[in-house]
């Protein structure tokens, strides 16, 4: 498996409060997504990163942010969380964006907001 | 467009039958089409992928058939077994602005039951 820790793995907290996600990695790998996974939508992008403080939005972005301060670490932030972010969360890396080298995914974060 | 749609959202088959799941495109930019395979609680693992310039892709009992003038893609699992029983997405990449991002089908639930 594709050295990937995701952290934590499961959060609860109430609408209005931040949470941050992180993500790490010990591939090296240049490339680093966060995705979000609700039924019926499959996965969709949030943000991604092509290096140390080079980051992007992605089709869902509205409401998170992101900073990548380390090659290894990608943090997903919610402001203030809102029920709508509801989900499971999902981060992939990738040493290249061509099909050589394509994207692995971590085992997730399932955070509940109430 | 930048939509993939996915079909059917569930599926139950018998062990031995053939689990077929499709998927559909509009952006003729997209050069890269994988298939994943999800288990509870796990993150997406890479299945097989699939360029545009082959019409059809077979590692074991699975096969991706590629149709790039209908702008569809489908996996076949043969032999279904057990096992396989999973959630299963399809993606694209490229577009517009080649940046390594995938998107994904909405996904497929597949039972196959002993």
């Known amino acids: 498996d594709a050295g990937i820790t995701q952290s934590p793995r499961h959060k609860v907290t109430e609408t209005g409060t931040p949470v941050t996600l992180r993500c790490h990695q010990t591939e090296n790998h240049r490339y680093m997504y966060w995705y979000r996974q609700d039924p019926g939508h499959g996965l969709r992008l949030i943000h991604y990163?092509?290096?140390?403080?080079?980051?992007d939005k992605g089709e869902v972005s509205d409401g998170y942010s992101v900073s990548r301060s380390k090659t290894e670490d990608f943090l997903l932030t919610l402001e203030s969380a809102t029920s709508s972010q509801t989900s499971v969360y999902f981060c992939?890396?990738?040493?290249?964006?061509?099909?050589?080298?394509?994207?692995?995914f971590g085992d997730g974060t399932r955070l509940s907001i109430l | 467009q930048q939509q993939v749609k996915q079909s059917p959202q569930s599926l139950i088959v018998q062990k031995g039958g053939i689990s077929i799941i499709n998927c559909a495109y509009e952006n003729t930019a997209f050069d890269y089409f994988p298939w994943y395979q999800q288990f509870p609680g796990k993150g997406p693992a890479l299945l097989i992928a699939?360029?545009?310039?082959?019409s059809e892709k077979k590692e074991g009992r699975f096969t991706i058939s590629f149709n790039k003038s209908a702008k569809q893609f489908s996996l076949h699992i043969m032999d279904s077994q057990p096992g396989d029983s999973a959630t299963y997405f399809c993606a694209a990449r490229g577009g517009s602005s080649n940046t390594g991002k995938l998107i994904f089908g909405q996904g497929t639930t597949l039972q196959v039951k002993p």
């Open positions: 990163s092509y290096g140390v403080k080079d980051t």
């Open positions: 699939i360029r545009p310039d082959v």
């Open positions: 992939a890396i990738s040493g290249t964006m061509g099909s050589s080298q394509p994207q692995h």
